[in-house]
T-cell receptor, first 113, second 113 residues
Framework: DGGITQSPKYLFRKEGQNVTLSCEQNLNHDAMYWYRQDPGQGLRLIYYSQIVNDFQKGDIAEGYSVSREKKESFPLTVTSAQKNPTAFYLC????????????FGNGTRLTVT | GQQLNQSPQSMFIQEGEDVSMNCTSSSIFNTWLWYKQEPGEGPVLLIALYKAGELTSNGRLTAQFGITRKDSFLNISASIPSDVGIYFCAGQKGGTSYGKLTFGQGTILTVHP
């Protein structure tokens, strides 16, 4: 079955530590995205990548970094510079950026204490 | 970054009742999408709208793309307990916003049997 796999489901870190969230897709999609979800708010775009070895900042990129070395993978690093990192992180992909083809993974809940 | 204004924030209804929620924006969108998210999972696409005035159905769900391109609504008829979840609207502007979605804050739907 094709889909998007995010791991781990739950992640706990101490303040000051960098942490990397994994996102892998086997849908052969060109575009991949990272969104952050906080209670009572919609999803906010962190970074997106339309093609391998290229990515752009979204609306809330500060304190985050990404890489896109392979089409299937788009890991997100939450750095110690992110002031409020505790959140639910969602990875998504789409065919050539078409919005209607946006498929989401099941998310990683990150808790930083 | 801009977010869409989605209302109501939450709804508590009896099984069998109809549900209506809407999304408004101060700017124009070329595509409107409606997603449903269940606890601990990623959002799943329900309906995609591509043309102003378009009315599209998916089973008991009906959504419309507003004539002004600045709003959209979603109706659910004859609600059932499995309709419970968070419903998000999302808009895409097109052009240089290729693939990027702006989300509403979500409507939390609770259905009492």
């Amino acid at each position: 079955d094709g889909g998007i796999t995010q791991s781990p489901k739950y992640l706990f870190r101490k303040e000051g530590q960098n942490v990397t969230l994994s996102c892998e897709q086997n849908l052969n999609h060109d575009a991949m995205y990272w969104y952050r979800q906080d209670p009572g708010q919609g999803l906010r775009l962190i970074y997106y990548s339309q093609i391998v070895n290229d990515f752009q900042k979204g609306d809330i990129a500060e304190g985050y970094s990404v890489s896109r070395e392979k089409k299937e993978s788009f890991p997100l690093t939450v750095t110690s510079a992110q002031k409020n990192p505790t959140a639910f992180y969602l990875c998504a992909s789409s065919i050539g950026g078409t919005a209607s083809a946006l498929h989401f993974g099941n998310g990683t809940r990150l808790t930083v204490t | 970054g801009q977010q869409l204004n989605q209302s109501p924030q939450s709804m508590f209804i009896q099984e069998g009742e109809d549900v209506s929620m809407n999304c408004t924006s101060s700017s124009i969108f070329n595509t409107w999408l409606w997603y449903k998210q269940e606890p601990g999972e990623g959002p799943v696409l329900l309906i995609a709208l591509y043309k102003a005035g378009e009315l599209t159905s998916n089973g008991r769900l009906t959504a419309q793309f507003g004539i002004t391109r600045k709003d959209s609504f979603l109706n659910i008829s004859a609600s059932i307990p499995s309709d419970v979840g968070i419903y998000f609207c999302a808009g895409q502007k097109g052009g240089t916003s290729y693939g990027k979605l702006t989300f509403g804050q979500g409507t939390i739907l609770t259905v009492h049997p």
